[in-house]
Nanobody, 118 residues
Framework: VQLVESGGGSVQPGGSLRLSCDAPGRIYAVYVMGWYRQAPGKQRELVAT??????KYADSVKGRFTISRDAAKNTAYLQMNSLKPEDTAVYYC??????????????WGQGTQVTVSS
């Protein structure tokens, strides 16, 4: 099972983008879905997570980014508004799932580039 991301691209400061992350295939359960990002020369950092019961955001994106999930489709979204140049990074989808009962697997997407520049 592999996560598939889409929706990255280039946008001017103040613009918006929406990222999508699909977990195709047969999955028994999805416990957590979220987004991380990694800018050049920096460590990968948490952007937002959704456990199904609660959401968590990095302080730097609170009020601008919104994570949501479609549980029926095993899909997560990251709506990014009021984008800033410092949001420029490769964004990675992350999920904690059980492909079969009794297992717990951590999955990552391949990454999608988000560039905010005038």
């Amino acid at each position: 099972v592999q996560l598939v991301e889409s929706g990255g691209g280039s946008v001017q400061p103040g613009g918006s983008l929406r990222l999508s992350c699909d977990a195709p295939g047969r999955i028994y359960a999805v416990y957590v879905m979220g987004w991380y990002r990694q800018a050049p020369g920096k460590q990968r950092e948490l952007v937002a997570t959704d456990t199904g019961g609660s959401t968590k955001y990095a302080d730097s994106v609170k009020g601008r980014f919104t994570i949501s999930r479609d549980a029926a489709k095993n899909t997560a979204y990251l709506q990014m508004n009021s984008l800033k140049p410092e949001d420029t990074a490769v964004y990675y989808c992350h999920a904690v799932v059980a492909v079969i009962p009794g297992e717990q697997d951590t999955l990552w997407g391949q990454g999608t580039q988000v560039t905010v520049s005038s």
